[in-house]
């Protein structure tokens, strides 16, 4: 018997194959709520990761990537627009002249911001040098996520979960990680003639010109949160960390004229020598400072009315002399 994964395992019922975005993401006709979209994405996501560890963990991969790309076009409102005529709906023009409205406007409109709070918002924006959304975070005003799903309202961009991607490893190999830290991005994979980018806000482009170069193709953003992107950053790349060193340590063995050697580990015969050689300087430097003061400094200590037994110089400089001597050739050995 054939698998069906999209009837076996989303209970689509027999039709046009591969179905459409909304009967993949078992959505009505048109759905034009994006909570909606991600949230069915979401159910239908943990369903069909049950097969990633099987014999059909191929087919899984395969309808995982389907559904991702699927939520990705109904909630980018460009795309979805573009989708929706396609599938035959009759778009009102009037609406792509009126732009977006401001992120604040939608979360008033869901009752999580009053008139006077985004106002304080505003103005903490414009005395912090934070952008809107920064400052609703910084004054706990609403959270991370939500801040980041508004933005992505107001720039009629996708919100990703990343906790739901898996970005593509060949990609992440062709950006840098200072690259991706610098412009607080996540390469994900390569989707409709262009590189699927989570960003936290509007790409730049200087960042726009990276993509083109790197991979030949134009970047398309998606918005996730900051602190989303900085822990993915730390996860999928601390693979490509070590590959870095190591083209590193051998860039660095290229340019350096200098070649470091061994160190070489004396034999016990030369370790006899060292010792021996090291008894020998140990006695000449005690006696040999104490023939100094019996033969030259005698007549010196004397007008210093020092008594004249002592062998100062034998007690001063050769004592601690061979003392040094012992420690560091005698002792050591």
């Known amino acids: 018997m054939v698998l069906d994964v999209y009837k076996d395992w989303l209970g689509i019922p027999e039709g046009l194959r591969p179905p459409d975005h909304y009967q993949l993401l078992r959505l009505v006709l048109f759905e034009d709520n994006p909570e909606k979209i991600r949230k069915n994405y979401k159910k239908l996501n943990i369903t069909v990761r049950k097969y990633a560890t099987g014999k059909y963990s191929n087919e899984s991969q395969q309808l995982l990537n389907e559904l991702a790309k699927a939520m990705l076009c ?11 005529v396609t599938q035959g709906r009759t778009i009102d023009d009037r609406d792509a002249t009126t732009g977006h409205r401001p992120l604040t406007s939608y979360l008033q409109e869901q009752g999580l911001l009053t008139s006077d709070q985004i106002r304080e918002a505003k103005a903490h924006a414009e005395r912090s040098g934070l952008s809107v959304r920064d400052a609703l975070v910084q004054m706990k005003l609403v959270e991370p996520d939500v801040a980041a799903r508004a933005l992505a309202l107001e720039l ?27 412009h607080t991005c996540l390469p994900l994979f390569a989707d409709h003639g262009g590189l699927l980018v989570a960003c936290s806000d509007e790409p730049d482009p ?16 998606v918005l996730a949160t900051p602190i989303a992107i900085n822990q993915g950053i730390a996860k999928y790349y601390s693979a490509v960390l070590r590959q870095e060193a190591e083209e590193s340590v051998t860039t660095e063995k290229k340019t350096t004229t ?76």
């Open 74 to 84: 109904l909630t980018d409102v460009e795309q979805k627009r573009e989708y929706d």
């Open 206 to 221: 200087e960042l726009e010109d990276e993509i083109r170069l790197r991979f030949n193709m134009p970047i398309r953003p």
């Open 156 to 182: 009629g961009r996708p919100f990703v979960d990343l906790v739901d991607m898996l970005p593509d490893a060949a990609v992440l190999d062709k950006l840098p990680r200072a690259v991706v830290r610098r």
């Open 258 to 333: 200098r070649i470091a050697r061994p160190k070489s580990v004396p034999s016990d015969d030369e370790k006899q020598q060292r010792r021996q050689l090291g008894m020998l300087v140990m006695c000449f430097s005690f006696i040999g400072f104490s023939m100094l003061d019996t033969f030259f400094l005698y007549g010196f200590y004397k007008k210093l009315h020092l008594p004249e037994s002592l062998p100062y110089s034998g007690i001063f400089i050769g004592g601690p002399l061979a003392v040094f001597v012992y420690w560091t050739q005698v002792k050591e050995q």
